[in-house]
């Protein structure tokens, strides 16, 4: 039977050193192996190819999305980027129009010009999803919830919608972390972090994976993280590796933190809109109480007048929230979508989905709740 959730944080991939008994991994901060003889070696020969750190690091990622894989790499996008290497020219990509800036720019200024073609359309929409679904259709990328309008996406009914296709169902599960969803039993194929954010949870580590089942696609995109190098290092797996110790109760904080602030905003005469998945209001509020198990720390919101100005104010008026990019971290964070994370998005592309000049985001961290909600009600009295 397959532990708990918390249980399989604590213990994914922990294997005491057979050497000191040492309890943690070792940080093996090392680029090659002695070899015994000619091929003789214990299964780590370069550390582009493998190093015990990430291996563990790779095991216990793949433990806590219920894969049989994982791999990771330096950045979130460096994940992406290898994933997309095991398409050709001509090979076609359906995600959303509501998608993390960084990915986007890897899509359409990277990916576009080695002859990949993307398709941007909502992906609660089916027909939007098979009338370009095609014969080269090879990924479907879904991001929910989404960066940063907490668009929520039915895993199962994409995955239903395109099987008998001969595609790859990926889900950046960035924004939820296996504690919270986990796609791969919603039919998906593949499961891509930034484990620069939750999954490492303390803003010091820049880092991403992917997790999955199939041999097949393991053996290929392996091929591709040593070929391509764009690995994660020792010391940063090391970090990540202790990060998910606690991410089981680092997201259950979030969670309430989120309700605890989404209440506030809600009953604020100066906020206009509130986009969290855990409101009824929320368009996508049926799918994330069926698909996730809480509804997280994220909100995005505007304030009445939805301007840049006001929202300028705002986030310089705040004092324990910090004004920065990221999120997923114990400390909370307030930023500026339109000018920060998706500053690489046109404006009429970003304001199509609702990331107007206006839109605040928050990344609530593990503080109390309370005095989360007397910095922003003393930035509202400022404004
Ligand atoms: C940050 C982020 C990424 C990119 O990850 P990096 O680690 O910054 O390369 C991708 N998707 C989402 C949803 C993110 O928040």
């Known amino acids: 039977m397959q532990k708990g959730k918390g249980t399989r944080a604590v213990h994914a991939g922990v294997e005491h050193c057979p050497a000191t008994g ?95 073609v993307f398709h941007f359309v909502d992906l609660s929409d089916m027909d939007a999803i098979k009338s370009v679904l095609n014969e080269n259709t090879k990924i479907v990328w879904i991001e929910t919830p989404t960066n940063p309008m907490m668009q929520i996406t039915d895993i199962k009914v994409v995955a239903e919608t ?61 091929t591709l993280q040593n070929s391509c190098g764009g690995v994660a290092g020792p010391m940063d797996s090391f970090l990540v590796l202790r990060g998910i110790k606690t991410l089981h109760l680092r997201m259950q904080r979030h969670c309430e933190n989120g309700r605890s602030v989404v209440d506030f905003l809600n009953s604020h005469p100066m906020v206009e809109k509130v986009y969290w998945p855990g409101l009824p209001s929320h368009p996508g509020h049926d799918v994330a109480s069926r698909q996730m198990s809480g509804f997280g720390g994220m909100i995005s919101f505007t304030i009445k007048g939805d301007n840049l100005a006001t929202a300028n104010k705002f986030v310089e008026s705040v004092s324990l929230f910090t004004l920065a990019e990221s999120l997923g971290g114990v400390e909370s964070l307030i930023g500026h979508p339109a000018t920060m994370t998706h500053a690489a998005i046109p404006k009429d592309v970003r304001e199509k989905v609702g990331v107007t000049d206006g839109l605040i985001r928050l990344s609530l961290g593990v503080e109390d709740a309370e005095d989360l909600i007397a910095d922003l009600s003393k930035a509202f009295d400022l404004i």
């Open 22 to 116: 040492a309890i943690m991994t070792p940080i093996y901060q090392t680029s090659t192996y002695v070899q015994d003889g000619v091929g003789n070696h214990k299964g780590y020969e370069y550390s582009r190819t493998l190093n015990p750190t990430r291996h563990a690091l790779e095991k216990a990622l793949a433990e806590l999305e219920g894969a049989k894989y994982g791999l990771a790499f330096g950045s979130g996008l460096a994940a992406m980027d290898n994933l997309m290497k095991i398409l050709k020219p001509g090979d076609e990509v359906i995600s959303t129009n509501d998608l993390y800036g960084g990915s986007y720019r890897l899509f359409t200024t990277v990916f576009q010009n080695y002859g990949i």
């Open 162 to 222: 395109v099987s008998g296709n001969d595609v790859i169902v990926c889900v950046d599960n960035t924004f939820a972390t296996p504690m919270l969803q986990q796609p791969l039993s919603e039919g998906a194929d593949l499961v891509m972090h930034s484990a620069t954010k939750y999954l490492g949870g303390h803003s010091d580590v820049v880092m991403g994976c992917l997790m999955l089942n199939d041999d097949e696609l393991d053996s290929k995109l392996r």
